[in-house]
């Protein structure tokens, strides 16, 4: 994309919108079609320059124009109902849509670590000598052992919230803790994906390979992604420390960081479902094939929800940063 052809084709329709937003209180009529049908163009031309041509200042004087023109077609004053419908149906499915790029090889890479341990206990013996004592490890793996009454030793609401609040820990944790260039994200990474692969390995090595995957598979789709996405933004948000991408470091901390919390916001949600399904229909007298069912529904509903609703916004100009008019202004800066 030339840049320059691409100013100059659309800079009158950029100004006409910017016009009309500053006029959006007494617009009437066509007028207010008008500003409809640019501010849909110019979420259009956003998104072409954002995958096309990344200018720095194109970029923000694009991304606060459609953020103004979106403020003046939703109205100036929405209710708490309906900036949460907006939140929930745009800016947090856009936000995890657009860390796509961080949270799903960090997916791929928990599932390659986590398989390759599970393989390395599960066949040899001193590995798992070395995880536990030989009784310990019977009495985990054992039927009615500590992995399988786990998920009933407490009453199911308690158990729930007691989920609930660890994994919004572990959440956080990855969320938060980006900002140190992302090694403690790694870090907690690394810690989950071998707690998950020690407890298949000695599943495995005990035959009980099948009881582990009908417990883990109903909450932890869910719950796993969760966490993939939290440690998705939590490693973007170290880059931006390294990289800011052509803005103020200071700018683009700020945005990331918004959006950081608006992502933490949506994932307690998440992880709310998940504590549910973990405390209520893994430990409950369903068949297998139905409380995987289950975990598969909620996982598939979830990733719809991001790479339909979430591509959709996304390509409509919706960053996750919250509204403009509470972001404040950002100063582009020389790439």
């Known amino acids: 994309m030339d840049i320059d052809l691409f100013i100059a084709a659309h800079h009158a329709e950029w100004e006409r919108l910017r016009q009309l937003v500053r006029r959006s209180g007494s617009l ?14 110019t979420a259009t031309h956003l998104s072409m320059v954002r995958s096309a041509a990344p200018d720095p200042a194109l970029l923000n004087r694009l991304s606060s124009l459609v953020a103004q ?17 907006l939140f929930f149906s745009r800016r947090f499915p856009a936000a995890v849509y657009r860390s796509r790029h961080w949270w799903v090889p960090a997916a791929l890479l928990f599932l390659l ?21 030989p009784e310990q490890i019977r009495e985990m793996t054992k039927p009615g052992g500590a992995f399988e009454t786990y998920y009933s030793s407490n009453p199911a609401a308690s158990f729930a919230f007691q989920v609930w609040i660890n994994n919004a820990w572990v959440a ?13 994200v790694v870090w907690i990474l ?30 932890g789709l869910l719950e796993l992604t969760a966490v993939f996405v939290a440690a998705g933004a939590g490693l973007k948000l170290g880059w931006t420390v390294i990289d800011p991408g052509g803005r103020k470091r200071a700018d683009a901390l700020a945005q990331e960081g918004r959006t950081i919390a608006g992502v933490a916001l949506g994932l307690t949600v998440v992880l709310l479902i998940s504590g549910a399904i973990e405390a209520f229909v893994t430990p409950s007298g369903l068949p297998t094939w139905a409380r995987i069912s289950i975990g598969v529904l909620a996982e598939a509903v979830f990733l719809g929800y ?30």
């Not at 969320?175 to 090694?183: H, K, R, S, T």
């Not at 339909?308 to 972001?327: P, Q």
């Open 113 to 133: 670590v986590s398989g390759l341990l599970a393989a390395w206990v599960a066949s040899d013996p001193q590995v798992q000598a070395a995880v536990a004592a």
């Open 28 to 41: 009437r009529g066509a007028e207010a079609d008008e500003l409809v049908t640019l501010y849909q163009r």
């Open 69 to 85: 023109a979106r403020a003046a077609v939703t109205g100036g004053h929405s209710p708490t109902w309906r900036e949460l419908g």
């Open 172 to 184: 956080a944790g990855c969320l938060l803790l980006g900002v140190a260039l992302g090694i403690p």
């Open 190 to 219: 690394a810690m989950n994906a071998a707690n998950v692969g020690i407890a298949a390995g000695l599943m495995a090595a005990a035959g009980r390979l099948d009881i582990f995957f009908g417990l883990i598979t109903p909450h």
């Open 306 to 335: 991001v790479f339909v609703l979430g591509r959709r916004a996304a390509h409509a100009g919706e960053t996750g940063d919250v509204d403009a008019r509470f972001a404040g202004d950002l100063a582009p800066t020389a790439g």
